[in-house]
C-alpha cells in the first residue's frame, strides 16, 4: 500500500471558521492531489500539485486554498467553512502525470460543517 | 454532458452470481487511459486496474476481469462467482492525456450488494 496518511481523519466545525486538512505521503512522489467525494457526484478534483510550491485548481476550487512547502504534505485549506463543503475529502498522489501513471489515495478525511 | 457514465447506481446479487459493471466514456483525445476503483464500506479507494486507449486486449485477474471496446467506448468490468466482500462502490474513471493536466474524471459509481 502507498504510504499516504490524512489528517484529522473526522472534523466537525461551524461555519465561517478556517479549516485545515493534511495530507503526508512517504513514497516520495511529485504529484499530488485533493478530491472531494459526494454523493452521485463520484470524486471531484479541487487542486493538486506538481513539486513544491507548484499548485494549480481543479474542477472545484472555490473556497479552498492549497500549499506545499515540502515534498511530502500537502495542505489543504478551508479559509471559511461553509455547510456545502461538508463531504469526504480525499487526498492521492503519483509518481509521473495522472494519465500516465496511476494515482494512489489516502484513507480520507469526513469534514461536517454546522 | 458526462466524460464518464456509469449508468447502473446500484446492483444486487446473490453470492456466486457473475455481475457486469458498466462503464462508458466520452473523449476526443486518441490517447486516453481508464481506471477502476473499488471503495468498501470502510471508504478508502483500492485501484484494480489502469488501461490505455492503444491496448485493447482484455485482462483478466483472477474472478475480475475487464473489458475494453472503443467502438462503444465502454470499459465494463465483470466480477466472475461474485463474494459478499466484493461489495463495495465501483469507481471507473478516465484521464486524457492531450487535455488540461487537471483532468480526471470520475463516474459517479456503482454500488454492489453481493448477497450470502
Known amino acids: 500500500d502507498a504510504g499516504i496518511t490524512q489528517s484529522p481523519r473526522h472534523k466537525v466545525t461551524e461555519t465561517g471558521t478556517p479549516v485545515t486538512l493534511r495530507c503526508h505521503q512517504t513514497?516520495?512522489?511529485?504529484?499530488m492531489y485533493w478530491y472531494r467525494q459526494d454523493p452521485g457526484h463520484g470524486l471531484r478534483l479541487i487542486h493538486y500539485s506538481y513539486g513544491v510550491k507548484d499548485t494549480d485548481k481543479g474542477e472545484v476550487s472555490d473556497g479552498y486554498s492549497v500549499s506545499r512547502s515540502k515534498t511530502e504534505d500537502f495542505l489543504l485549506t478551508l479559509e471559511s467553512a461553509t455547510s456545502s463543503q461538508t463531504s469526504v475529502y480525499f487526498c492521492?498522489?503519483?509518481?509521473?502525470?495522472?494519465?500516465?501513471?496511476?494515482?494512489?489515495f489516502g484513507p480520507g478525511t469526513r469534514l461536517l460543517v454546522l | 454532458a458526462q466524460k464518464v457514465t456509469q449508468a447502473q447506481t446500484e446492483i444486487s446479487v446473490v453470492e456466486k452470481e457473475d455481475v457486469t459493471l458498466d462503464c462508458v466514456y466520452e473523449t476526443r483525445d486518441t490517447t486516453y487511459y481508464l481506471f477502476w476503483y473499488k471503495q468498501p464500506p470502510s471508504g478508502e479507494l483500492v485501484f484494480l486496474i489502469r488501461?490505455?486507449?492503444?491496448?485493447?486486449q482484455n485482462e483478466i485477474s483472477g474472478r475480475y476481469s475487464w473489458n475494453f471496446q472503443k467502438s462503444t467506448s465502454s470499459f465494463n468490468f465483470t466480477i466472475t462467482a461474485s463474494q459478499v466482500v466484493d461489495s463495495a462502490v465501483y469507481f471507473c474513471a478516465l484521464s486524457e492525456a492531450g487535455n488540461n493536466f487537471n483532468k480526471f474524471y470520475f463516474g459517479s459509481g456503482t454500488k454492489l450488494n453481493v448477497k450470502p
Open positions: 488501461r490505455n486507449s492503444f491496448d485493447e
Open positions: 492521492a498522489i503519483s509518481e509521473s502525470r495522472p494519465h500516465q501513471e496511476t494515482q494512489y
Open positions: 513514497e516520495n512522489h511529485r504529484y
